[in-house]
């Protein structure tokens, strides 16, 4: 049996904290959102414009509420509710050129709706842009909670607070970590595994530009490391797979990584074949 201090511990957590943020409710408010943004995710398309404009005003509406619930925002929740529903138009506009950007980039994709429908590396790209949009407001805890929760269903790490700019192209992307300060410019296009990481986790860092600057038109292959607020990729420089950086590259410029490999087989051609890596 577990001890009665010890519930009366849990009892006092508890009560020390203020209102639980309404972390799921945000969360699945987003996803109809971009039901509601993109019709190829919508389960049942809507039939009029009137039935759109309903939408939008359930949506503000039930954004307010939960923003009401939200401790130490920045300006009264409806008054936030306003400012980010007035955005859609552009936020829709940005994430139908990314994507493009991704029908454009990979032979694989059949039409737009099926990237809108079913990329994991637009959704994430979605659900920051969604994030990013709310952090610039300052708005506490929230930006995170919704980054995490595209975290967990595609394995692709934004931080909201990174900058990205337009035609932003996630080919795969399980694995890819994107830190907090990372700039990333217009028509660039990231592969799987990648992080843009920073040189030191140390906590005195805080608020310091701490991860990479990738500059236009840049690409960067699967399982690249790319580290530290100094260091700039330039415009349509090439990161080729497994590559470590931690120093600027100039624009235009060819980076990759150069392993041996031996390959050795036995005269016997039924003899088990032997990698050397």
């Known amino acids: 049996m577990l001890p009665d201090s010890f519930a009366a511990e849990l009892a006092h957590a508890h009560a020390s904290v203020p209102d639980a943020l309404p972390g799921a409710a945000?969360?699945?408010?987003?996803?109809?959102?971009?039901?509601?943004?993109?019709?190829?995710?919508?389960?049942?398309?809507?039939?009029?414009?009137?039935?759109?404009?309903?939408?939008?005003?359930?949506?503000?509406?039930?954004?307010?509420?939960?923003?009401?619930?939200?401790?130490?925002?920045?300006?009264?929740?409806?008054?936030?509710?306003?400012?980010?529903?007035?955005?859609?138009?552009?936020?829709?506009?940005?994430?139908?050129?990314?994507?493009?950007?991704?029908?454009?980039?990979?032979?694989?994709?059949?039409?737009?709706?099926?990237?809108?429908?079913?990329?994991p590396g637009f959704y994430a790209t979605a659900l920051y842009r969604l994030a990013h949009a709310l952090h610039q407001r300052g708005l506490p805890r929230l930006p995170r909670l919704l980054s995490e929760y595209a975290h967990q269903r595609t394995g692709i790490d934004i931080h909201p607070g990174a900058h990205i700019g337009p035609a932003f192209c996630i080919d795969h992307g399980t694995g890819l970590v994107i830190g907090e300060t990372a700039i990333i410019g217009a028509n660039v296009q990231i592969y799987q595994g990648v992080t843009l990481g920073a040189l030191s986790v140390t906590k005195g860092l805080q608020g310091t530009k701490r991860h990479p600057t990738i500059e236009d038109y840049v690409v960067i292959y699967a399982g690249a490391t790319i580290l530290g607020g100094s260091t700039v990729i330039g415009t349509r420089s090439v990161i080729g797979g497994n590559v470590w950086l931690t120093e600027s590259v100039p624009s235009h410029s060819r980076v990759y990584h150069r392993a041996h490999i031996q390959i050795s087989r036995s005269v016997d051609p039924a003899a088990e074949l032997v990698f050397s890596i």
């Open 26 to 119: 945000f969360c699945a408010l987003a996803d109809s959102l971009l039901a509601l943004l993109f019709p190829q995710r919508a389960e049942r398309p809507l039939p009029t414009a009137d039935a759109v404009a309903a939408d939008l005003y359930h949506f503000r509406s039930e954004l307010a509420v939960l923003l009401a619930k939200v401790p130490h925002l920045p300006a009264p929740a409806p008054e936030l509710a306003d400012e980010f529903t007035s955005q859609l138009p552009a936020l829709r506009a940005a994430l139908l050129r990314d994507a493009s950007a991704i029908l454009a980039s990979d032979p694989a994709a059949q039409g737009l709706g099926e990237i809108i429908s079913s990329y």
